[in-house]
Nanobody, 126 residues
């Protein structure tokens, strides 16, 4: 299991940007595909973006495509989520998640991710 700690959340006006970071413990970070999920009040946790073990493949939810970018730095054991053109409906707690294995096919299913961070709050004001 890998331990995950998110940072970078905060309050931003609509149209603004934030960059979330997720630091992973352990020396096998490059054996995991990584994902970002979010959960708004009263709603289920939903998929946002995922990236494979070496960053060569990425997949996004339609709601964030062309606005958010997921990336990773394996030398720093860190995955990032750059969020631009933020909207009030992006307000949520954002969670980092890890899925073990250098898999070929990316997943957007919560059940495929075995390790989760504590979450970081993102609030977008209108």
């Amino acid at each position: 299991q890998v331990q995950l700690v998110e940072s970078g959340g905060g309050l931003v006006q609509a149209g603004g940007s934030l960059r979330l970071s997720c630091l992973a413990s352990g020396r096998t970070f490059n054996s995991y595909s990584m994902g970002w999920f979010r959960q708004a009040p009263g709603k289920e946790r939903e998929f946002v973006a995922t990236i494979n073990w070496n960053g060569s493949n990425r997949y996004y939810a339609d709601s964030v495509k062309d606005r958010f970018t997921i990336s990773r730095d394996n030398a720093k054991n860190t995955v990032y989520l750059q969020m631009n053109s933020l909207k009030p409906e992006d307000t949520a707690v954002y969670y980092c998640a890890a899925r073990f294995g250098r898999v070929t096919k990316l997943s957007q299913s919560r059940g495929d991710f075995g390790s989760w961070g504590q979450g970081t709050q993102v609030t977008v004001s209108s």
